[in-house]
């Protein structure tokens, strides 16, 4: 891993069922992760690269699925079969404290769905993994954040975790699914209540509400991850991750991935693709104005402004 690149992947042997995770973290930290026009492309293509991979072992005759190996990156051999999971996350505190306004990502592009379009939006090429994505989430989950996190199948997070929407507050629609998914996971009324209010989330309550699936503590059990290189021993949302991904990892490829399908296809899609078009619409008409973003960032950076508790 290269500590100036803006998106850290990170390829690790579970210890238990000697299967791959794929750590992939948003690695600009002293702006809590907040993701400009170079992150979202970046996600958008490292995730695209691991769909990819993951679907050549969906066409191999069930024989070949788990013998056939490939060359990996240090010239060692591994099952193509092989990626149990992806992890998720951010480095440092917080997991993504949403678009960074200096340089967001083009919300008209975001919104398309046009072949070349969808290529650089990293929730799309997130929907295309055939594995479980794990989101190791701390700290600031916010508006952007807050949809790709749930672009993630399962999210752990710890005390620190806090989700918050925020389109409303300052006239911008969600492209990414969050007007849909998030009714999904907490229901539509405490979903409305959220993100017409614009108030934080803390971790209990997200927990209590089905947004978090597990809260991990320091008293939780989680397992070590000494002899993997790069993890922070201190995180223990993200080995708790890797501990899970083992766990996955130990079952049968095949019925992961047929099992994970079945879920996803069992939800309707026709949603998401009318928020794509409804945020089309909505920037198609805003965005001319060149205030959308200015009047975001100056309530962002203004001392005065109210910082507000939650009442959730």
Same mark, same amino acid.
């Given at each position: 891993? /290269?500590?100036?690149?803006?998106?850290?992947?990170?390829?690790?042997?579970?210890?238990?069922?000697?299967?791959?995770?794929?750590?992939?973290?948003?690695?600009?930290?002293?702006?809590? *992760?907040?993701? *400009?026009?170079?992150?979202?492309?970046? $996600?958008?293509?490292?995730?695209?690269?691991?769909?990819?991979?993951?679907?050549?072992?969906?066409?191999?005759?069930?024989?070949?699925?788990?013998?056939?190996?490939?060359?990996?990156?240090?010239?060692?051999? +591994?099952?193509?079969?092989?990626?149990?999971?992806?992890?998720?996350? =951010?480095?440092?505190?917080?997991?993504?404290? =949403?678009?960074?306004?200096?340089?967001?990502?083009?919300?008209?592009?975001?919104?398309?769905?046009?072949?070349?379009?969808?290529?650089?939006?990293?929730?799309?090429?997130?929907?295309?993994?055939?594995?479980?994505?794990?989101?190791?989430?701390?700290?600031?989950?916010?508006?952007?954040?807050?949809?790709?996190?749930?672009?993630?199948?399962?999210?752990?997070?710890?005390?620190?975790?806090?989700?918050?929407?925020?389109?409303?507050?300052? =006239?911008?629609?969600?492209?990414?699914?969050?007007?849909?998914?998030?009714?999904?996971?907490?229901?539509?009324?405490?979903?409305?209540?959220?993100?017409?209010?614009?108030?934080? $989330?803390?971790?209990?309550?997200?927990?209590?509400?089905?947004?978090?699936?597990?809260?991990?503590?320091?008293?939780?059990?989680?397992?070590?991850?000494?002899?993997?290189?790069?993890?922070?021993?201190?995180?223990?949302?993200?080995?708790?991750?890797?501990?899970?991904?083992?766990?996955?990892?130990?079952?049968?490829?095949?019925?992961?991935?047929?099992?994970?399908?079945?879920?996803?296809?069992?939800?309707?899609?026709?949603? $998401?693709?009318? +928020?794509?078009? $409804?945020?089309?619409?909505?920037?198609?008409?805003?965005?001319?104005?060149?205030?959308?973003?200015? /009047?975001?960032? /100056?309530?962002?950076?203004?001392?005065?402004?109210?910082?507000?508790?939650?009442?959730?």
């Amino acid at each position: 891993m /290269d500590g100036d690149e803006v998106v850290l992947v990170q390829r690790i042997t579970l210890p238990q069922s000697q299967k791959i995770a794929i750590i992939v973290t948003i690695n600009r930290p002293d702006k809590k *992760n907040c993701f *400009n026009t170079q992150v979202c492309h970046k $996600l958008a293509n490292v995730f695209h690269v691991i769909a990819q991979e993951v679907q050549v072992a969906d066409y191999l005759p069930p024989r070949q699925r788990t013998d056939d190996t490939e060359e990996d990156d240090n010239g060692g051999q +591994e099952s193509i079969n092989s990626i149990a999971a992806v992890i998720f996350t =951010g480095a440092g505190t917080s997991f993504c404290a =949403g678009a960074d306004l200096s340089d967001p990502p083009n919300p008209l592009h975001q919104s398309s769905d046009l072949p070349h379009h969808l290529r650089i939006n990293p929730v799309h090429q997130m929907g295309r993994i055939g594995v479980p994505i794990i989101g190791a989430v701390r700290g600031h989950v916010i508006t952007g954040g807050f949809e790709l996190a749930l672009a993630c199948d399962i999210l752990l997070g710890d005390s620190t975790t806090k989700f918050r929407d925020t389109h409303v507050k300052f =006239g911008l629609a969600p492209c990414w699914g969050l007007s849909q998914k998030l009714s999904q996971r907490i229901g539509p009324g405490r979903a409305k209540m959220l993100s017409f209010s614009a108030l934080p $989330l803390k971790a209990d309550v997200a927990y209590e509400w089905g947004l978090l699936d597990e809260i991990i503590t320091d008293s939780s059990t989680t397992s070590s991850c000494d002899g993997i290189e790069g993890i922070d021993e201190n995180n223990r949302v993200l080995h708790r991750a890797i501990q899970l991904a083992d766990s996955i990892g130990a079952n049968d490829p095949v019925m992961v991935r047929r099992y994970k399908r079945a879920m996803i296809e069992g939800m309707d899609v026709t949603g $998401l693709h009318r +928020e794509r078009e $409804l945020g089309l619409a909505h920037y198609l008409e805003v965005v001319g104005d060149g205030t959308t973003f200015e /009047d975001a960032k /100056d309530y962002i950076s203004s001392e005065s402004r109210p910082r507000m508790q939650s009442k959730l």
